[in-house]
């Protein structure tokens, strides 16, 4: 006895099955490229926020820990906040050091390099506190009040961040 139809899939349904299984495999593909290209550009942005507030904290840091702070800048080298304790004048950040006074500052920024760096004079050591730090700039207000502006990553892309704040000198 001769069977009219056999057991399987005819050539035609495989090929329809192949076609939807490519489109849906497609779309998923295009959803987790989309939610990689969000997850790696919201990583960036908190990346940059972690670095703005490491910066900050290290400079508001340096303005509370010494006496009689000062800020003194005029736009060029070595502006910064100095202490001027009875034992003399000390540089605790300096915003643009000179070659020759960046060894003798406790913080300072290499704006060419974008980075923050701690000098541990005790050591003579020097550790990199955070990179990526495109503007950190000190505005002296009054005697006593500063203002502190930090910004992470490149101004003009979405995942920059920027803090600002005011520091109270004595």
């Known amino acids: 006895m001769r069977r009219d139809k056999e057991n399987g899939f005819t050539l035609l349904e495989v090929m329809i099955a192949v076609g939807l299984f490519s489109i849906l495999m497609f779309s998923i593909a295009q959803m987790m490229r989309a939610e990689i290209g969000l997850f790696n550009s919201e990583n960036n942005t908190n990346q940059n926020e972690q670095k703005a ?84 700039e000190i505005q002296g207000v009054t005697a006593h009040l500063a203002r502190i502006r930090v910004v992470a990553g490149e101004p003009a892309s979405d995942s920059s961040f920027e803090l600002v704040t005011w520091g109270r000198l004595y």
């Open 53 to 136: 507030r490491t910066a900050l904290n290290h400079v508001l840091d340096e303005i509370r820990l010494y006496g009689y702070v000062t800020y003194i800048g005029d736009g060029g080298n070595d502006d910064g906040f100095y202490s001027q304790d009875p034992e003399g004048t000390k540089c605790l950040v300096n915003l643009n050091p000179s070659s020759a006074n960046q060894s003798l500052a406790e913080l300072y920024y290499l704006p060419d390099k974008d980075e923050l760096w701690y000098n541990d004079l005790a050591h003579a050591r020097t550790y990199l506190v955070t990179d990526h730090i495109t503007t950190l």
